[in-house]
């Protein structure tokens, strides 16, 4: 994704836009009084215009990015006010100074996964297009034609995702496509409107969804003329139902659909990779039963500035019934912390044994050395202490700790979407994530010593008699 250029257009527009919003500013944060005498002041035109001045009252994630670029990709969770910024993206395409006059642009492609949805949801939804327009701007919906035609002439015609080949002929120099990532033949479709978007100078288009791990949408976002704009669901709070918050929050919380649909983070795997997320949603746990082991497993950092690796600190525990096979073990909590001085992280990891009441805090020295339980007990020289060292590469590692996983045996509370995520980047081939996978380091070292380590050396007890 590249960073816009701004060109002088998109200069003036950014400053009405600024200027706007500075308003909405000011009026919101102002007394109940002041905003009396501000709406009192305004004659009868310019109030019955103010619910359609859409810079004034939009999110900054409903606005368009300034600069040049071919792609924008607004994803965000569900009733982020996706369908609203698409809706009003059209609009100022179209629409000219005054009713008649033309707009930047005069044919526009509306996609959708069917016709009913893209008709129901972009044109006659409450965030539509028809319900966003003013009376002397609004379109003339062509039911036969599938077509809104705007007074100035500009036309805007609706297409389907099951039907690509329909998209074979028609040229536009706009376009905006609703919810993308749950297309059918999402790239199928894409390719043919990519061909049809050739007229005008510069021609735009908008993608309005909520993401989804899917090839067509990744490759979109790694377009270097492509920009996003991210928003979960609460962002547009003001405008929900606060028992619909309430509800989903309560179930979805900390789970991977609760990411994808109301945080709306693009939840990625890799390909081969040693977890995935289905697998890690189905071992989730809304608590743990009472454990024989608590450890807080520490991987720290080479360095402590700001754009360091992170620190990776996880509480796990393990209830040890039975034989080693029996076992089971579960992930706490996760509270690695990037950019924190050592004694900042060596803190909190503490605070984190206290808070679980864990038997002993396991670190990797194999960078610090002594210097990291030096450290550590410098803040309480009682703390149980263990130091580790890799022997070994962060896959061999990992694996024995994957294939607990595959049998079921360790479990996840809510709260470690995060270190879920980066999990699935680790592949038998090496880590392909982003940085370095310290969250998951930290998870093996826990899960060794709770399991792994204490199996090796555990004996059957011998039966009195025989």
């Given amino acids: 994704m590249r960073n816009p250029v701004p060109t002088e ?43 359609y001045l859409f810079e004034f009252w939009a999110l900054p994630h409903q606005l368009a990015p300034e600069g040049d670029w071919r792609s924008w990709v607004i994803m965000g969770g569900r009733g982020s006010g996706k369908t609203r910024a698409g809706a009003e993206w059209v609009r100022s395409q179209v629409e000219g100074a005054r009713p008649l006059d033309e707009g930047r642009a005069r044919r526009v492609a509306l996609v959708g996964e069917t016709i009913d949805e893209a008709r129901e949801v972009m044109v006659f939804g409450e965030s539509g297009i028809l319900a966003c327009s003013p009376p002397d701007r609004r379109p003339n919906w062509e039911a036969t034609r599938r077509r809104l035609v705007w007074p100035n002439g500009a036309v805007a015609q609706v297409f389907s995702a099951h039907d690509p080949d329909s998209l074979r002929g028609p040229q536009f120099d706009a376009a905006w496509s609703d919810e993308l990532a749950k297309w059918k033949r999402a790239e199928e479709t894409w390719d ?71 945080d709306g983070i693009l939840l990625e795997e890799a390909e081969s990779a040693l ?27 080479v360095s402590s500035h700001a754009g360091s690796d992170e620190c990776g600190i996880v509480v796990a525990g393990v209830r040890m019934q039975g034989p080693p096979q029996s076992w089971s073990a579960y992930v706490l909590e996760d509270v690695s912390v990037a950019g924190a001085a050592p004694t900042a992280w060596a803190k909190i990891a503490l605070a984190a044994m206290e808070r679980h009441s864990a038997d002993r805090m396991v670190a990797e020295v194999n ?100």
């Fill in 9 to 51: 257009e998109s200069r003036h527009s950014t400053l009405t836009r600024r200027a706007l919003k500075s308003g909405a500013d000011w009026i919101a944060c102002a007394p109940p009084e002041t905003q009396t005498a501000f709406l009192e002041g305004m004659d009868e035109a310019v109030l019955l215009a103010l619910p």
């Fill in 367 to 466: 960078q610090g050395g002594d210097l990291v339980e030096t450290m550590i007990r410098q803040l309480d020289a009682m703390v149980p202490f263990r130091a580790v060292r890799a022997t070994r590469g962060k896959i061999a590692r990992a694996e024995p700790v994957a294939a607990l996983y595959e049998q079921g045996r360790v479990r996840h509370l809510r709260g470690v979407q995060v270190l879920e995520e980066q999990m699935c980047h680790m592949t038998a081939h090496g880590y392909e994530g982003r940085g370095s996978p310290d969250r998951v380091d930290a998870l093996v070292w826990a899960i060794n010593d709770l399991m792994i380590s204490p199996a090796a050396h555990w004996r059957r007890p011998r039966v009195r008699g025989l």
């Fill in 275 to 301: 977890w995935t997320l289905a697998r890690l949603e189905a071992l989730r746990v809304d608590a743990a039963p009472e454990l024989d082991r608590i450890v807080v497993a520490v991987d720290p950092p």
């Fill in 192 to 262: 043919m409107l990519q061909f049809g978007l050739r007229l005008g100078g510069d021609p735009q288009q908008c993608v309005t969804t909520t993401p989804r791990n899917v090839p067509v949408l990744k490759a979109i976002l790694s377009n270097p003329m492509t920009v996003v704009t991210h928003a979960p669901t609460e962002a547009n709070r003001a405008n929900l139902a606060a028992s619909f918050l309430e509800a989903v929050r309560t179930r979805y919380s900390g789970t991977r659909l609760g990411r994808q649909e109301l």
